[in-house]
C-alpha cells in the first residue's frame, strides 16, 4: 500500500510519494546530503487512513536527497507603454533544488 504526504517548503506545499523527484525553491544544501521535511497530511492511496496536522502530524517525517542544484529556463518581462516611448526588457531564472523523495516514515 502507497502512502503521499503534503510537505511544505518554500511557502508552498507538495503533494509527494516515495520514490518522486520534484523542483523546489532553492535549499541551500550540497548535492548528495539528505533533508527531512514535516508533513502536513498523511494518507494511503485508497484515502481509507487520512491524518491531517494542526498544522504538522506528530512523529511523521519525510525524508528527501538533493540531487541537483540550478536554474529555470528563463523568464522574459516586457513592459510596454504606447506613446510614450516607454520600453523595458528583463530575464530573469529562478534556482531550484531537486530532491528525491526516500521514505515517509511515521
Known sequence: MKTFAVIQTGGKQYLVEEGQELNVEKLELELGSRVEFDALLVSDTEGTNTKV????????????????QGRADKVSVVKYKPKVRYRRHVG???????????????
Open 92 to 106: 530573469h531564472r529562478q534556482p531550484f533544488t531537486k530532491i528525491k523523495i526516500d521514505q515517509i516514515a511515521a
Open 53 to 68: 496536522g494542526t498544522p504538522t502530524v506528530g512523529g511523521v517525517k519525510v525524508s528527501a536527497t538533493v540531487l541537483e
